[in-house]
Nanobody
Framework: DVQLVESGGGSVQAGGSLKLSCVVSEYAYMRHCLGWFRQAPGEERDGVAAMWPGGGSTYYSDSVKGRFTISQDNAKNTLYLQLTSLRPEDTAMYYC??????????????????WGQGTQVTVS
């Protein structure tokens, strides 16, 4: 069973930082590409960052490149997303997701099969 549980969202002022966490079920952790997505009200869900927990390349959307960092702690089966230099347009529900496919440069919602419940990030 693949389970993903996000935490770490909150409200911050523009220019601030947050660190999101996603605990992944042990079975899934080293067998799936893991990614972060976000969805603002009335908009589509978009890919933000992705990586293979075993190491290798990381992938970012152009809108967050240089500001957000995806990382992992293999001992804790946990995926992270460090958000810095936050802007009001970063306000959204952030989701952790797992894909049975290999990670790819284009982080597509349709490629991911399992989803967490989301954590809200609000930037004012």
């Amino acid at each position: 069973d693949v389970q993903l549980v996000e935490s770490g969202g909150g409200s911050v002022q523009a220019g601030g930082s947050l660190k999101l966490s996603c605990v992944v079920s042990e079975y899934a952790y080293m067998r799936h590409c893991l990614g972060w997505f976000r969805q603002a009200p009335g908009e589509e869900r978009d890919g933000v960052a992705a990586m293979w927990p075993g190491g290798g390349s990381t992938y970012y959307s152009d809108s967050v490149k240089g500001r957000f960092t995806i990382s992992q702690d293999n001992a804790k089966n946990t995926l992270y997303l460090q958000l810095t230099s936050l802007r009001p347009e970063d306000t959204a529900m952030y989701y952790c997701a797992a894909s049975r496919r290999a990670c790819a440069r284009n982080i597509l919602t349709s490629d991911f099969h399992y989803w967490g419940q989301g954590t809200q990030v609000t930037v004012s």
